[in-house]
Structure formats: structure tokens, C-alpha cells
């Protein structure tokens, strides 16, 4: 069974300043991964994924994210925060072509803050 | 584009009755279901997994008698929460997508519950 971990309960930053989340995975072989936003209120939205290719993959609003296979890794960053950044940050793994996007496991989420 | 809709977007229901909640697809086909639940202060849980035509697929911890739901064509599903409790309270949020491989999951708003 896969598993997903963020250390990171809450992250506060200023606004202008750079920001990374951390996400490690556990797998038997490496699965689908996705950053989903939760805005305050609201259900999630996807920021990014990746399937395969390129590690560095591009999303929405700026955010970028880097899988690492080596270690078992997918952080999201972002060069500079906007206070509209605000909220919390989920990682997501899901297994196999056929279950992709549907079966996710999510990580217990990052809050992150940005002060102005 | 693809959207979904929930229905409530929040609803309050006093303990031991029943809380049924809708999830609507616009703009693509919905072959395949989930519903998650997020519990107050935790990560998002799968509760089912639903494919048209298929029998629906409970996660451990989640029962039909439960949670029973329907997803009569490609555009609608439904939950109910039968004999709701506390330990029920949290955002159920319905993931939707169409059959094409790799495609992600389009979520909700979801709708939040809160047991009295």
C-alpha cells in the first residue's frame, strides 16, 4: 500500500518570499502524483501532476513541483508568494494507469500562511 | 469545461438521521465516482469508488450500509450518510472523471456536514 507524508503541519512565510512544501512517498514502484490546493472553505484544487517525463513539472498560479525517484520524493515550490497563496496544500499519490486520478492517497496536508 | 457540482455546499443534520448529498458532472462523462470524506483536522479518506456498470468498491472502514450510493448514469451520484454521528462530521467530496486513461479527477466543493 502506497503512502504519502508531509512534515510540514504549517509553513508561514512573507509575502515576495520563496516557498517549499515537502512530499515523500512510499511505494512498491512509483506512482502518479499530484499537489491539490484547498482554498479556505472550498474543495481541492489541482495544481499539477506528474505522470512521467520531465521531473520538474509546471502548474497553475506559478507553482512548480520536482519528483525525485531516488528519493522517494515530489516538492512543490514557488518562487514567490503572493498572500492569495494562503491555504492548505495537499500531496496525492494514486497507483497504475487504470486507477490513476481515481484511488488517491493524500498526505495529511501543509497550511501555509503568507503574511504580508 | 469540466466542472462538478455538489449539492449542499453545507448541511446540519441531527444525530442518528440520515444526510443525502448529490454530485454533478458538466461538461464531460462521468464513468468513474469517488467520494472522499475530510474529517475535522485530517487528511482526505476514500470512502468508495464508483464505475458505471461496475459494482461500487468500499474502502476498509466504509460500509454500503453506511454510506450507500448511487450512480445511475454518466452524469450524477449520489451519497447518503445513514444514522449520522458525530465521528461523521467533516467535507464529503466527490471526485469525478471520464474513462480515458490517465485522465485526473475533477473535484466538488463539496459538501460539508455537521451533526448536531
Known amino acids: 500500500a502506497q503512502s504519502v507524508t508531509q512534515p510540514d503541519a504549517r509553513v508561514t512565510v512573507s509575502e515576495g518570499a520563496s516557498l517549499q512544501l515537502r512530499c515523500k512517498y512510499s511505494?512498491?514502484?512509483?506512482?502518479?502524483l499530484f499537489w491539490y490546493v484547498q482554498y479556505p472553505r472550498q474543495g481541492l484544487q489541482l495544481l499539477l501532476k506528474y505522470y512521467s517525463g520531465d521531473p520538474v513539472v509546471q502548474g497553475v498560479n506559478g507553482f512548480e513541483a520536482e519528483f525525485s525517484k531516488s528519493n522517494s520524493s515530489f516538492h512543490l515550490r514557488k518562487a514567490s508568494v503572493h498572500w492569495s497563496d494562503s491555504a492548505v496544500y495537499f500531496c496525492?499519490?494514486?497507483?497504475?494507469?487504470?486507477?490513476?486520478?481515481?484511488?488517491?492517497?493524500f498526505g495529511i496536508g501543509t497550511r501555509v500562511l503568507v503574511r504580508p | 469545461g469540466a466542472l462538478v457540482y455538489q449539492y449542499p455546499r453545507r448541511t446540519i443534520c441531527k444525530s442518528g438521521t440520515s444526510m443525502r448529498m448529490e454530485c454533478q458532472a458538466v461538461g464531460f462523462q462521468a464513468t468513474s465516482v469517488a467520494w472522499y470524506r475530510q474529517s475535522p483536522q485530517k487528511t482526505f479518506e476514500l470512502i468508495a469508488l464508483s464505475t458505471v456498470n461496475s459494482a461500487i468498491k468500499y474502502e476498509q472502514n466504509f460500509t454500503q450500509e453506511k454510506f450507500p450510493i448511487s450512480h445511475p448514469n454518466l452524469s450524477f451520484s449520489s451519497m447518503t450518510v445513514l444514522n449520522a454521528y458525530l465521528e461523521d462530521r467533516g467535507l464529503y467530496l466527490c471526485g469525478a472523471r471520464s474513462g480515458v486513461s490517465n485522465e485526473r479527477l475533477f473535484f466538488g466543493h463539496g459538501t460539508k456536514l455537521s451533526v448536531l
Open positions: 511505494s512498491s514502484v512509483t506512482p502518479y
Open positions: 496525492a499519490v494514486s497507483m497504475g494507469a487504470n486507477s490513476a486520478g481515481n484511488k488517491l492517497t
